[in-house]
Nanobody, 115 residues
């Protein structure tokens, strides 16, 4: 099993930037990919970005060129750097890790973008 702890959320003005961090512990060698999802009030959780152990990345269309996902394997940490934030980016951001075809989730961190 993998435990994930997110940090870095908070209140930011529109146009600002935030970096989220996700530290993994436990069965980290079973992780095949990590991802960031988000859930806005009244909406379904959506995949924002993912990164495989090989470094391949995926971004949902709305964040391409604005968000960057990365990993530091030495620190067992994944990051989501977010630039040019908009009010519609307001959501709880969840870190996820896939192990043996199963999702493991963190507790989430709130990002609120004020206009």
């Amino acid at each position: 099993q993998v435990q994930l702890v997110e940090s870095g959320g908070g209140l930011v003005q529109a146009g600002g930037s935030v970096r989220l961090s996700c530290v993994a512990s436990g069965d980290i060698f079973d992780i095949t990919a990590m991802a960031w999802h988000r859930q806005a009030p009244g909406k379904q959780r959506e995949l924002v970005a993912s990164i495989t152990i090989g470094g391949s990345t995926y971004y949902t269309d709305s964040v391409k060129g604005l968000f960057t996902i990365s990993r530091d394997n030495d620190k067992n940490t994944a990051y989501l750097q977010m630039y040019s934030l908009k009010s519609e980016d307001t959501a709880v951001y969840y870190c996820g890790a896939i192990t043996r075809l199963k999702w493991n989730w963190g507790q989430g961190t709130q990002v609120t973008v004020s206009s």
